[in-house]
């Protein structure tokens, strides 16, 4: 059985998924901090919430190009504006 060659482009696209995954997470970690003394639900919700980005973060395969151009295409705009990322969150 041959194995099937992976192009360095598609290694580093799913880099930039994982990574744009790494600062979403990131976000979330930081508005917990902020609620956990005052709104500690709010804040398990969101623990809850960062869990399933661990998750959607450990499924990425670099064979499924549509899901790391789809995951790319998501995160990207959020990340960069925190105001639209908790809007969308």
Not at 16 to 39: K, M, P
Not at 55 to 75: C, K, T
Not at 76 to 88: I, L, S, Y
């Amino acid at each position: 059985m041959a194995e099937q060659e992976i192009s360095y482009d598609a290694i580093l696209r799913t880099e930039i998924a994982i990574e744009l995954l790494n600062q979403a997470r990131a976000i979330v970690t930081a508005r917990v901090y902020q609620l956990e003394g005052t709104d500690p639900d709010t804040a398990e919700a969101l623990r809850l919430r960062r869990r399933d980005l661990i998750a959607v973060q450990q499924s990425i395969a670099v064979a499924d190009r549509e899901m790391v151009e789809n995951l790319i295409a998501l995160w990207g705009p959020r990340v960069k504006d925190e105001a639209r990322f908790w809007a969308e969150f």
